[in-house]
């Protein structure tokens, strides 16, 4: 029998916040000499200065009642604890439309179009293209955990749980899907596997479903040195590409647990480790707090922290390549759902200006993995892009399912 969502609001108890007080007050801080320009790693004088602000300045019962201006939700789907957002679509026919998000991401990155999507008429747009907008906590992340009895949780498997909450829980015949980072390859999986029910999927980038297959998936360059003789800039942005992301893909394939026990303990380092991700990731021009205030880093790492979820969060990407993904099918393109994708400036590859992405991806050994209906680049822009640009990834997603629903 399916289980009916019930309501849950959002809220955390005064224990956990009088534990995560304490936590703070207590911090014992690294020597962090020589560190002034950031070379190795998080600034101790900006972390101390956001611990500050997180422990006598930063208000979750104010971030609480923001997120409770949606409805929430939590139910077991195929025994696996998830918790969505919704906002119910504004229009004369809402396409019911599930956003995935990644890591270090929580359901609240998707916060800034939620509203634009879900009411069209309210915000410039046509009504007739409203969605009724479901987002979901990625299990084991957030409010979507504790995980103990499903430590094997992947990304396709998400989108198995994904299908069935649309289908048999919310009973959507036929869905959109969107989703970024990790979350673009659960929303590649559902256009994989459950075309027949989506209308179209949009994602944030478009990498094979075999990303994290292969005894050196965490290492982005699969053990390759550099190639000799390229040009100086493009050599630079393949070392600057390196230094963004090939140490959490490392840590988190190859010893998440291990790195989980100082995340969970400690408030401060847990902030750090994903604050690193969020400076590191974002089209900032260096300075985060362009991108996220102060309190909205803190209100994401809340979600992790209150949650104790950051452990089962990081064995995610363990699991991707523990548990390899394989075709439910071998028709081609594998993602048969009409697919439409963002790209953004900030993470365009080492030599290819913008103007060139589009044609850059078409010349790929990725582009024919999807049936692409819709490709758009942008000069501005980091990993975090519903939150980055919204109203550029608004309109995209609008677009690739212009004609489809």
Known sequence: MTQSPQPAPIHVSDEVLHDLQRRLELTRWPDDAGNEDGYYGVRRAYLEELVEYWRDGYDWRRAEAAIN?????????????????????????????????????????????????????????????????????????????????????????????????????LGFETYGAAGCDVGALVTGQLGHKYADNLHAIHIGSGQKLTFFNGERAWDLTGGRPIPDGLPAEVHAGIVAMERRFAVHLAAHMLAPSTLAY?????PAGMLAWILERWANWSDNGGDIETVFTKDDLLTHAMIFWVTNSIGTSIRTYANNNRYPWTPAHHRQPAVEAPTGITFVGYENPPGVTTDRRVEHFLNSDRASWYNLVNLAAYDHGGHFIPWEIPDQWVDDLRRTFRGRR
């Open 69 to 169: 201006a949606y409805e929430h939700y939590r139910v077991e789907v195929r025994g696996v604890p998830v918790h969505f957002m919704r906002k119910p679509g504004t229009g004369p026919a809402p396409t019911p439309l599930i956003l995935t998000h990644g890591w270090p991401w929580t359901f609240w990155h998707w916060s800034r179009v939620v509203d634009p999507l879900a009411d069209p008429g309210a915000h410039g747009g046509d009504p007739a293209e409203a969605f009724d907008v479901i987002v979901p906590s990625f299990p084991g992340f957030g409010f979507s955990s504790p995980l103990p009895s499903h430590p094997d949780m992947n990304y396709w498997k998400v989108a198995d749980l994904w299908h069935t909450l649309m289908t048999d829980v």
């Open 262 to 266: 100082g995340l969970t303990d400690s």
